[in-house]
């Protein structure tokens, strides 16, 4: 028997909440305060004088990261659709067997070398002209870093994004 409030039905309590606990769904889809993360934090370090800590500064540093292909959404194709791997069909991995003696072999299972493991191949044909079928553009972008008066060495800023 299934007792009132522990079935799957809407409303709060159920096992839909336990695991939105664990996994930051706030539980029971009661609205969330804190704003999606677009990515995981990047170390940087930043090399700034004695005299900087002292009297605190704002500093520039350049840095570069991979975002998905506005052209082609991240497909890496003209017309948006994902290709198998003809090589690996679709798994991402390969399967090597390499004879080591009479009735012994060998089998190795490494990433595939033709779609680096993704699974997906883009025909030359159909290649983005922007992202040249890497689904990914690299994107330069600057940023300000306040080092604040009297920070110690060592310290870690984190710039939030």
Do not use: W
């Not at 939105?20 to 706030?26: C, I, K, Q, Y």
């Not at 993360?37 to 350049?62: P, Q």
């Not at 493991?117 to 030359?124: C, E, F, K």
């Amino acid at each position: 028997a299934i007792k009132e409030g522990m079935g799957s039905g809407g409303g709060p309590g159920g096992m839909a909440d336990i695991f939105d606990l664990f996994t930051g769904g706030g539980g029971g889809g009661r609205g969330r305060s804190q704003r999606e993360r677009r990515s995981d934090d990047v170390n940087h370090k930043l090399a700034v004088t004695l005299e900087d800590l002292y009297n605190g500064c704002t500093k520039k540093m350049s840095l570069s990261r991979n975002l998905p292909c506005d052209p082609c959404n991240g497909t890496g194709t003209k017309s948006g659709k994902k290709y198998e791997c003809s090589t690996c069909r679709g798994t991402g991995m390969q399967v090597h067997i390499r004879p080591l003696g009479p009735g012994m072999v060998q089998q190795i299972q490494a990433r595939c070398s033709s779609c680096n493991g993704s699974g997906h191949g883009t025909p030359a044909g159909d290649q983005c002209p922007a992202c040249k079928g890497k689904c990914l553009v690299s994107e330069k972008k600057m940023f300000e870093v306040h080092v604040e008066q009297g920070m110690k060495a060592g310290a870690h800023i984190t710039l939030r994004g």
